[in-house]
C-alpha cells in the first residue's frame, strides 16, 4: 500500500464490512474448482471464490495490450518474496494461533473509518513485513485457526502496553464471500484480503501445487477498481492504465519447462488461476510469505519471464464512480 491515495473516494457503501454480498467468482459453475486451499484446517474462503476461481477459459479483456503496455513490456516477473534481503525477511509474513490468543486493542491512524475495529488477537511478537525495524508497508496478517478468521493490519507497530497501533485493517470470515463496502479499503490498497494470495513454501516446495490466484503490484494504476477489489489508489484517469483487482493470466503457450521447479509450479498457478493487482508497487512483483528454506536462486527464474508472457482477462467491469 505504499502508494495508497490520501483521498478515500466518496462512494456509497453497499454493505457493512462482514455482510454477505455477491460472489467474487463467476457464475458459470465450470469456474468452480473441486478444492479450496486448506490451511491449518481452514478453508481459505469458499470454492467459487475469485481467488479460487479457474479463470483458464475466461476471455480475453479487450484492452489487454494497452493494459500490458503501460506496465511496459520490457518488464518481468519478479518475485517480492524469499529468504533474506539485507538482513531483513523477503515478503509478507503470516502467524497463526488459537482461539486462546488473547484480544488486545487496536489504534487506527489512517483509515480507522474503513477498518474492522478491534480488538484483534495479535501476539505482541507478531511477525511484521520487513522486520521489526521497517519503514514500509509493515503488513501484519494473523490467523485464528479455530474461528478461521483472518486479521491483516497495514502498517502496524506494537505498543508497550501490548495494543498495536496501525493504519488501518480488515477482519476476514474465510468461509464466506462477503466484500469490502463499496470504496472501502483493507489492509490493501484494493480492498482485497492479503493472506490468500500469497505464495507459500509448503505449497510449492512440498506439495508442489498452488491452488489460488496470486496478489502482484504495479507502479501506475488507474482510479478505478473490478471486483472482488472494492477501492483504488490513483488519481489519474487513464484507462489504459491498470485498475485494482485486473485479473492477468499466463497465456497457456508459454513455455516454462527450462525453468526451476518452484518458477514451473507458479507458472501452473499463473495459467489456471492468474494473478489479482492488488496494490502500487513494483511492476509486475508476485508476493509471498519469507521462509529461509526457499532457493532464491531458483526463485529467481521468474526474473526471465517477460510481460508479453501474460495476458488480462475479463472478469468485470471498471468501477470508476458508485454504480
Known amino acids: 500500500m505504499s502508494l495508497r491515495s490520501l483521498l478515500t473516494p466518496l462512494l ?52 489487454s495490450e494497452a493494459f500490458l503496455a503501460s506496465i511496459g513490456f520490457d518488464e518481468y516477473l519478479h518475485p517480492d518474496f524469499g529468504t533474506v534481503w539485507q538482513g ?22 489512517l483509515y480507522g473509518n474503513e477498518s474492522d475495529p478491534g480488538p484483534y488477537p495479535v501476539p505482541a511478537d507478531a511477525p511484521i513485513e520487513g522486520g521489526s525495524n521497517s519503514n514500509g508497508d509493515r503488513h501484519v496478517l494473523v490467523l485464528e485457526t479455530d474461528s478461521c478468521m483472518l486479521y491483516e493490519m497495514y502498517r502496524a507497530f506494537p505498543m508497550d502496553d501490548g495494543s498495536w497501533s496501525a493504519g488501518c485493517g480488515a477482519v476476514w470470515d474465510l468461509s464466506s464471500n462477503a466484500l469490502r463496502p463499496e470504496g472501502w479499503t483493507s489492509a490493501d490498497a484494493a480492498g482485497l484480503p492479503i493472506f490468500p ?81 492488488a496494490d502500487n508497487g513494483g511492476d509486475l512483483f508476485i508476493s509471498g510469505a519469507p521462509d529461509d528454506r526457499w532457493n532464491d536462486d531458483a526463485l529467481g527464474d521468474l526474473k526471465l519471464i517477460p510481460t508479453s508472457a501474460l495476458e488480462v482477462v475479463y472478469t468485470g467491469e471498471i468501477i470508476t464512480e458508485a454504480p
Not at 491449518?40 to 479487450?62: E, G, K, Q, Y
Not at 503457450?253 to 514451473?264: H, I, L, M, T
Open 12 to 63: 456509497l457503501p453497499i454493505a457493512l464490512a462482514g455482510a454477505p454480498l455477491a460472489q467474487c467468482g463467476g457464475d458459470d459453475d465450470d469456474d468452480t474448482p473441486d478444492t479450496t486451499p486448506v490451511i491449518n484446517d481452514c478453508a481459505v474462503f469458499p470454492p467459487d471464490n475469485a481467488w479460487n476461481t479457474d479463470v483458464s477459459d475466461h476471455p480475453v479483456h479487450v484492452n
Open 88 to 109: 531483513a525477511p523477503i515478503g509478507i509474513p503470516f502467524v497463526y494461533v488459537t482461539a486462546d490468543q488473547p484480544l488486545v486493542p487496536i489504534n487506527f491512524t
Open 197 to 277: 494470495g500469497l505464495v507459500r513454501y509448503e505449497e510449492v516446495v512440498e506439495e508442489g501445487v498452488i491452488d489460488h490466484a496470486l496478489r502482484f503490484t504495479v507502479e501506475a494504476s488507474q482510479r478505478g477498481y473490478i471486483y472482488p477489489a472494492t477501492h483504488y489508489a490513483s488519481d489519474d484517469t487513464n484507462p489504459d492504465l491498470p485498475p485494482m483487482g485486473l485479473r492477468l493470466r499466463m497465456k497457456a503457450d508459454y513455455d516454462c519447462s527450462g525453468y526451476s521447479a518452484e518458477a514451473q509450479v507458479i507458472c501452473t498457478a499463473l495459467k489456471k488461476y492468474g494473478m489479482l493487482m
